[in-house]
Each structure stands twice: as structure tokens, then as C-alpha cells.
């Protein structure tokens, strides 16, 4: 699967913004999607992550309440909903796909597919 990130920029803090990941190649409904961060000198961290169906997820606790993460599987596509964004959410996002695991991690290693990340920097 390919995955192609978009929506993101520069925002003020307060601000919000919806991050999309476009999935071409194999059935999109088959991958547990996740989305990740990182900031440059820092390790890529785990932020959101959704089953095949959407009906299930799960968050870091420095994201709960304020990321809401989403799929519309005939799209194709996943999204993050950020609001109420913070200077510390400025990095860059990645979008990440596992076909073969029972539910998503919360680790890099996790998932085997990437995109190419959208980067979000917050103004204060």
C-alpha cells in the first residue's frame, strides 16, 4: 500500500487542523491505520491508532481529547482531527499501515508501511 499525506501548515496555537492520509494499492479495509510524529533529534512517536473497521481506537495520553482519529474506508483515506493545537504538536506527521496484526500498535515497528509526512508547526 502507498500512503500520501496532506493538510498539513502553520497554525496558531488554539487552532486546528484535519490531517488526510490517501492509501492506494491493496484493499485499504485491510490495513489497521495509525499516525505517528516526530520532531527533528526526537524518536517518532505513536499518536492515534484505528482498526480496519473504525469502530475501535486508541490515543497517546498527550493527544486524548484534543486528536480524533477517523477512516472512510470507500475513500480510501484516514484522517486526524487536531484541535486545540499546542507549540509541542509542531512535527512532522506520519501516516502508518499494518495488514497483519490483530490490533494496532503503539510502536514504530508495528507497522511496515509509511508516508512521506506533512509537517504542523504551532505558533504561540
Known amino acids: 500500500v502507498q500512503l500520501v499525506e496532506s493538510g498539513g501548515g502553520l497554525v496558531q496555537a488554539g487552532g486546528s487542523l484535519r490531517l488526510s492520509c490517501a492509501a492506494s494499492?491493496?484493499?485499504?479495509?485491510?490495513?489497521?491505520m495509525g499516525w505517528f510524529r516526530q520532531d527533528p533529534g526526537k524518536e517518532r512517536e505513536f499518536v492515534a491508532t484505528?482498526?480496519?473497521?473504525?469502530?475501535?481506537?486508541d490515543y497517546a495520553d498527550s493527544v486524548k481529547g484534543r486528536f480524533t482519529i477517523s477512516r472512510d474506508n470507500a475513500k480510501n483515506t484516514v484522517y486526524l482531527q487536531i484541535n486545540s493545537l499546542k507549540p509541542e504538536d509542531t512535527a512532522v506527521y506520519y501516516c502508518?499501515?499494518?495488514?497483519?496484526?490483530?490490533?494496532?500498535?503503539?510502536?514504530?515497528?508495528?507497522?511496515?508501511?509509511w508516508g512521506q509526512g506533512t509537517q504542523v508547526t504551532v505558533s504561540s
Open positions: 502508518a499501515a499494518v495488514y497483519d496484526r490483530t490490533w494496532g500498535g503503539t510502536r514504530r515497528n508495528d507497522y511496515d508501511y
Open positions: 494499492g491493496r484493499t485499504f479495509s485491510s490495513y489497521i
Open positions: 484505528i482498526s480496519r473497521s473504525g469502530g475501535s481506537t
